[in-house]
């Protein structure tokens, strides 16, 4: 892989990891369980006492949200 994709990658990363952090604490914590911790949406809905389906909303929203401003920039 050329140096430049890999600049490219990590500027990719890196603006991600600004949006992510920009987050409240609850998103913030349920991107972290999701993605670093690999929990699936049935663990940490059942360890949040919700439904399965409101942590996949949520997922999706916040997803949203971080894509939306990365692409503002």
């Known amino acids: 892989m050329a140096i430049y994709q890999m ?3 990590t500027s990719i990363i890196n603006r991600y990891l600004v949006e992510i952090n ?3 604490i609850e998103d913030k914590e ?3 369980n999701l ?3 690999e929990k699936t949406e049935r663990e940490l809905a059942k360890q949040l006492n919700v439904s399965q ?3 996949h ?3 999706n929203n916040i997803l949203k949200k971080v894509l939306y401003e990365i692409r503002a920039d």
């Open 30 to 32: 349920l991107i972290t």
């Open 35 to 37: 993605l670093i911790q």
């Open 7 to 9: 600049l490219n990658i």
């Open 22 to 24: 920009r987050l409240n």
């Open 57 to 59: 909303k949520r997922k």
């Open 53 to 55: 389906n409101a942590i």
